[in-house]
């Protein structure tokens, strides 16, 4: 009798659009493990993103406005579950492998600095080349996650995670790009929702021909990006929206960037959170042996130690070890 497992890519095989990524034709995983009887390989990588320590510590790292100003504002962790939901939704439309694309979603984030995007500019500076939160997403799989053995993870699910963002390679499988557009359609909605809530802005200081594409409320806005996708690519071998919409949507970024990411009143947190992780960086790479034992113990630099130790913090534990230091 075939496992649950085998069951599982049989059905697969038979429902799947043809260019869908099987989980049975996965190029596999670096370090070679012996099949689960339970569950697929994406299924597994699912899994084991969920119950490491880098995603239960999402839940404390601010996404764009600090959550202990308000208790429904999102956080890293929100953020995932969202793109989550919306690359799930959109992977069934198109009969993609609604695993691969859930485990990429769930480890896409895992790599971002406390308090936002601030720390990938700071720790890019230490270092002296370019920190991306892709990358260290990677690294964390690869290398930091189980005392330095990392995840182990399948080659489609870490080609998902560090090819998510808009400025890397275009990934490798129809489910890792249906991730990339679920991220940016979450992020620039839900920023704009928590926006209004913080009263940085108005629903009318939205600019009118992106309210006419998508509609005035976050539900619109997101029914017709994730429409846009599916109607564009349904049927055909690819991933793409339509032209309008895709268009609405740059302008809504180019919007949130102005009107919210960059605005006056966010320069004094982003200061505050610049000044707290450039100390840390400094500190740690002067004084490696305080760092936690699992970090000491994998090879690297001082420097490149530091900076896995000061991007894995969360807000509040950051603030507290340049308390401690600092007294500030």
Not at 86 to 108: F, K, P, Q
């Amino acid at each position: 009798m075939n496992t649950v497992r085998e069951e599982t890519e049989r059905i697969e095989r038979e429902i799947l659009a043809p260019h869908a990524q099987l989980a049975a034709e996965s190029k596999g995983r670096e370090r070679p493990e012996e099949p689960d009887p339970l569950r697929t390989g994406f299924q597994r990588d699912r899994d084991r993103i969920t119950h490491s320590k880098s995603f239960r510590r999402l839940k404390h790292k601010t996404q764009v406005f600090a959550p202990i100003s308000g208790d429904h504002f999102r956080v890293r962790l929100t953020h995932t579950l969202e793109v989550a939901q919306i690359a799930r939704t959109i992977a069934r439309a198109l009969r993609l492998n609604e695993d691969l694309t859930e485990a990429i979603a769930l480890g896409h984030d895992l790599g971002h600095t406390p308090f936002g995007h601030v720390g990938e500019g700071v720790l890019s500076t230490a270092l002296g080349r370019p920190f991306k939160h892709a990358e260290q997403s990677l690294r964390i799989v690869d290398v930091l996650e189980y005392d330095g053995k990392g995840l182990n993870l399948t080659h489609e699910v870490r080609d998902g995670i560090v090819n998510h963002t808009w400025a890397q390679p275009k990934p490798a499988t129809f489910e890792a790009q249906v991730v990339r557009f679920a991220d940016r359609i979450a992020y620039l909605n839900h920023d704009l929702d928590d926006a209004v809530r913080a009263g940085f802005i108005t629903p009318d200081d939205v600019p009118t021909q992106i309210k006419q594409e998508l509609g005035t409320s976050h539900a619109e806005r997101i029914n017709a990006l994730v429409m846009a996708i599916v109607e564009e690519s349904r049927g055909f071998d690819r991933v793409a929206m339509a032209q309008a919409p895709l268009d609405a949507m740059s302008q809504l970024r180019e919007f949130m960037f102005q009107r919210v990411y960059l605005a006056p009143q966010t320069a004094p947190d982003r200061e505050r959170a610049e000044r707290v992780i450039s100390n840390l960086f400094e500190h740690y790479s002067d004084h490696p042996d305080e760092l936690p034992a699992e970090l000491q113990a994998i090879p690297g630099t001082a420097e490149i130690r530091a900076a896995d130790y000061v991007a894995g913090m969360t807000d509040g534990y950051a603030l507290n070890r340049h308390l401690d230091l600092y007294g500030e």
